[in-house]
Every structure is written in structure tokens, then in C-alpha cells.
């Protein structure tokens, strides 16, 4: 079956853009959750939605908001981007949130 | 901080030889599982461990808990160059938050 699929793969903006990544899970994972990865901070988590709720939260500014569809695909949203938030973004779908298969991730360059 | 710390940093060997990497954690935890990426691609599931599992085998991965330490050790036998890549441990605390830890990076030399 088919894996786990963020778009767009590469991405750049500017400061104080927004942006929307997007991802769809695999089929039939209800659970999703978005990481950010940056060499200085390395794998952080930002949220995980289950069912269209968000369930967890990580230490990030509220620029950072996320949400599930009915399907159970997945957007997040950055506003108000600063250089900081240039990274690697990934999204991991599961069944009911233990094993996690990842996306190959969204690579953000804000300049 | 970090919940998971894995140790060493990095980590370079000859093809063939065995591989471990340790990460201890903080908080309690209900699992805990070890990730391997490579090259800032997408992360690849390699095995996890319930708090009440000691020990688990998959292929030539060996994983140990210790949760009386907080700890965990990923042992990879008979290394390959295919194996190059930085491995993650990442623990599901019980307030079910999934916490990775900075990684080891692991360079086999063929």
C-alpha cells in the first residue's frame, strides 16, 4: 500500500510568508503527527491529531497550527515565517499512535 | 531538554564489526522505539519496546530496556555500509507525547 506522502517535497519562502505543507497517511492510520528537524534542534514534536482532534501539542509558538480532515490527511500552517523556521518538516501516520511510518518530509527555506 | 539522549554522538566502524548506541530518557515511559534516517530523508521504523519487554530481536537488531536506568541500548550485529545513517530513539511517555532523542550518527566503513 502506499506510503506516507508530504507536498510539496521543497519549498521557499519569504520572511513573514505563510505557508501550508500537506500530508496524506497511509490508508486507514487515523493518527498523524507533524515534526520539525533542524541540525541545531534536531527532531522536535510539534502536534498529533487523531480523528480530526488534535490530541498533543509540542512547545511551539502558535504561528505553528495544524489540522486533520475527515480523510484523515493532514495540513499544517506556518504564518508570520522568520529564517528560524527553516527546516525539515516530517509527518508520521500510524494506526493508533505507536508504530509511526514517516514521510520523506518537506524541506522549508525561508529567506 | 531532551526526553531521549542517545550516546555516542557518532559513532564510525569497519563493515562487519557490531554497532551499539544507547539512549536514556527521563520521564516514564509505555514504549520505546529506535528510528533509523538517512541523509535528512524521512525516518525508517526499526523496532519498538514496551516498558514491560526487556529485550527484542528483529534481523541483526538487538534492543535492551532498562527502565529502572532509563535507558536503552540498540546493538546492530555484523555491520554493513548500507547501514550508514543516523539512528533515533524516540519514547512515548505516559502523558503520550513522542519525544525524540538528537540521534547517533553511524558511519560504517566498507
Known amino acids: 500500500k502506499a506510503g506516507v506522502t508530504q507536498t510539496p517535497r521543497y519549498l521557499i519562502k519569504t520572511r513573514g510568508q505563510q505557508v501550508t505543507l500537506s500530508c496524506s497517511p497511509i490508508?486507514?492510520?487515523?493518527?498523524v503527527s507533524w515534526y520539525q528537524q533542524t541540525p541545531g534542534q534536531g527532531l522536535q514534536f510539534l502536534f498529533e491529531?487523531?480523528?480530526?482532534?488534535?490530541?498533543n501539542k509540542g512547545n511551539f509558538p502558535g504561528r505553528f497550527s495544524g489540522r486533520q480532515f475527515s480523510n484523515s490527511r493532514s495540513e499544517m500552517n506556518v504564518s508570520t515565517l522568520e529564517l528560524g523556521d527553516s527546516a525539515l518538516y516530517l509527518c508520521?501516520?500510524?494506526?493508533?499512535?505507536?508504530?509511526?511510518?514517516f514521510g520523506q518530509g518537506t524541506r522549508l527555506t525561508v529567506v | 531538554s531532551q526526553q531521549g539522549e542517545e550516546d555516542p554522538q557518532a559513532l564510525s566502524i569497519q563493515e562487519g564489526e557490531n554497532a551499539t548506541m544507547n539512549c536514556s530518557y527521563k520521564?516514564?515511559?509505555?514504549?520505546l522505539q529506535w528510528y533509523r534516517q538517512n541523509s535528512g530523508r524521512g525516518l525508517v521504523h526499526l523496532i519498538l519496546?514496551?516498558?514491560?519487554?526487556r529485550e527484542k530481536h528483529s534481523g541483526r537488531l538487538r534492543v535492551t530496556l532498562d527502565t529502572s536506568k532509563k535507558s536503552s541500548s540498540l546493538l546492530i550485529t555484523a555491520s554493513r555500509a548500507a547501514d550508514t545513517a543516523s539512528y533515533f530513539c524516540a519514547t512515548r511517555t505516559s502523558y503520550d507525547k513522542v519525544i525524540f532523542g538528537p540521534g547517533t550518527s553511524l558511519s560504517v566503513i566498507p
Open positions: 519496546i514496551r516498558s514491560n519487554e
Open positions: 508520521a501516520s500510524s494506526l493508533q499512535g505507536i508504530e509511526a511510518f
Open positions: 490508508s486507514g492510520h487515523r493518527s
Open positions: 520521564t516514564s515511559i509505555n514504549n
Open positions: 491529531y487523531f480523528s480530526e482532534t488534535q490530541r
